[in-house]
Nanobody, 115 residues
Framework: QVQLVESGGGLVQAGGSLRLSCAAS????????MGWYRQSPGKQRELVAA???????DYGDSVKGRFTVSRDNAKNTAFLQMDNLKPEDTSVYYCSARSIPRIYWGRGTQVTVSS
């Protein structure tokens, strides 16, 4: 099956940066959109950032101006550059890939921001 593997999570101090990667592998024909979501205990999953194959982007309000999403279409890989991290950014971050009519999810990677 198609598999999404996130990497780059870890522990960072407030104000620091992390760069997440999401690589899609397996039998996949094309990916129209790749996105990043996060979910913390007791909260619903929320959109962090998304990017289409043409480069259009969308960001959650809480990360605008701090996070940047990009992708390498040839490698079916998405990236999330996270700058000026805040403790409230602490969460499990999930990668998602839309390949119409299917949607795939990664297992998530932990991001922890200390104050």
């Amino acid at each position: 099956q198609v598999q999404l593997v996130e990497s780059g999570g870890g522990l960072v101090q407030a104000g620091g940066s992390l760069r997440l990667s999401c690589a899609a592998s397996g039998k996949i024909f094309s990916i129209n959109l790749m996105g990043w979501y996060r979910q913390s205990p007791g909260k619903q999953r929320e959109l962090v950032a998304a990017i289409t194959s043409s480069g259009s982007t969308d960001y959650g309000d809480s990360v605008k101006g701090r996070f940047t999403v990009s992708r390498d279409n040839a490698k079916n890989t998405a990236f999330l550059q996270m700058d000026n991290l805040k403790p409230e950014d602490t969460s499990v971050y999930y990668c998602s890939a839309r390949s119409i009519p299917r949607i795939y999810w990664g297992r998530g990677t932990q991001v922890t921001v200390s104050s």
